[in-house]
């Protein structure tokens, strides 16, 4: 069993930066892939990122949606149990609820359905 949950949401202006955490609880963190999604109101949850555990490739290799990457950057410490999600240069369009998310599976990890473990989300308002 693993919980998550999510902190550093917040009210930001267009062109800002903010950097979410996501604490996890449980002993084998290290072994999961951990994705960020988001929701956006009247939408589908969609991924945003992830970042592989360890044993896939050598593991801690980050993924990117095509309308964040090269914004946005994922990165874990498994000695905090934490996975991060710095955003830079927001923009309106990423105003959505962020959710992370763990998975120990290998394929098709680009869908929520396929994440086992979820946070609360925390809540991301780019103004223009």
């Known amino acids: 069993q693993v919980q998550l949950e999510e902190s550093g949401g917040g009210l930001v202006q267009a062109g800002g930066s903010l950097r979410l955490s996501c604490a996890a609880s449980g002993r084998t963190f290290s072994s999961y892939t951990m994705g960020w999604f988001r929701q956006a109101p009247g939408r589908e949850r969609e991924l945003v990122g992830y970042i592989t555990g360890s044993g896939r490739g050598g593991g801690n290799v980050a993924v990117y949606t095509d309308s964040v990457r090269g914004r946005f950057t994922i990165s874990r410490d498994n000695t905090k149990n934490t996975v991060y999600l710095e955003m830079n240069n927001l923009k309106p369009e990423d105003t959505a609820d962020y959710y992370c998310?763990?998975?120990?599976?290998?394929?098709?990890?680009?869908?929520?359905?396929?994440?086992?473990?979820w946070g609360r989300g925390t809540q991301v308002t780019v103004s223009s």
């Open positions: 998310a763990a998975t120990l599976r290998r394929l098709l990890i680009d869908t929520p359905q396929n994440y086992d473990y």
